[in-house]
């Protein structure tokens, strides 16, 4: 079975300063691994993916990602942040073992950005 | 760009009432899912689709049914709401593949229900 821990519920940060945003996973098989983001009020959107072809993943808005095998890690990174980072960030497992189903969420980390 | 549209942004009920959330995508998605968030919860998946007329249950489908006539709405159905079905509900669809990079899920806006 699958499974995704968010270490922390909530992260502060100053704008222009780095984020890290902490995800654990367990999987059976070779994974492929999200982050989303969600703004107030709004859907959720894809922010990047890991789909083995490289371990350190970019994606929109300046975020990366890097997999770790070795610690079952999958933080997500930002070198600096703005304002209009401040939403809701979940991390998100997909394996074999789920087959259609797919999407294993964590918790979520509520990231909020002081000016 | 893909578009999930769920019917109602807001949606308040009373307790026993039956209560229809209805879901429609635009690019022609085999799978589509019902999930509902909690705060501290994350996501957690109530019935999902994977064909018209198929579905299948999620972690928890408990007090749920869902309808899927055709292939791009999916309906989700509290038979006798109760308060501690008072959530937000997120539609999303994706296409099936094997290739699990693929697996992308495309969201709806969500629907916040009170039920009193």
């Known amino acids: 079975a699958q499974s995704v821990t968010q270490l922390d519920s909530h992260v502060s940060v100053s704008e222009g300063t780095p984020v890290l945003l902490r995800c654990n996973y367990s999987?059976?098989?070779?994974?492929?691994l999200f982050w989303y983001v969600q703004h107030p009020n709004k859907g959720l959107q894809l922010l990047l993916k890991?789909?083995?072809?490289?371990?350190l993943v970019k994606g929109i808005n300046g975020f990366e990602a890097e997999f770790k095998k070795s610690e079952t890690s999958f933080h997500l990174t930002k070198p600096s942040a703005h304002m209009s980072d401040a939403a809701e960030y979940f991390c998100?497992?997909?394996?074999?073992?789920?087959?259609?189903?797919?999407?294993?969420f964590g918790s979520g980390t509520r990231l909020q950005v002081q000016p | 760009d893909v578009k999930v549209t769920q019917s109602s942004r807001y949606l308040v009920k009373r307790t026993g009432e039956k209560v229809f959330l209805e879901c429609v995508q635009d690019?022609?998605?085999?799978?589509m899912f019902w999930y509902r968030q909690d705060p501290g919860l994350g996501l957690r998946l109530i019935y999902f689709?994977?064909?018209?007329?198929?579905?299948e249950k999620g972690d928890i489908p408990e007090g749920y049914s869902v309808s899927r006539e055709k292939k791009e709405r999916f309906s989700l159905i509290l038979e006798s709401a109760s308060t501690n079905q008072t959530s937000m509900y997120l539609c999303?669809?994706?296409?099936?593949?094997?290739?699990?990079?693929?697996?992308?899920?495309?969201f709806g806006a969500g629907t916040r229900l009170s039920v009193l």
């Open positions: 690019m022609d998605h085999e799978n």
């Open positions: 689709s994977y064909d018209v007329k198929m579905k």
């Open positions: 999987s059976s098989y070779s994974p492929s």
């Open positions: 999303a669809s994706s296409f099936f593949s094997l290739n699990l990079a693929k697996n992308i899920q495309y």
């Open positions: 998100v497992v997909s394996d074999m073992d789920t087959g259609r189903r797919a999407l294993t």
């Open positions: 890991y789909t083995s072809a490289a371990t």
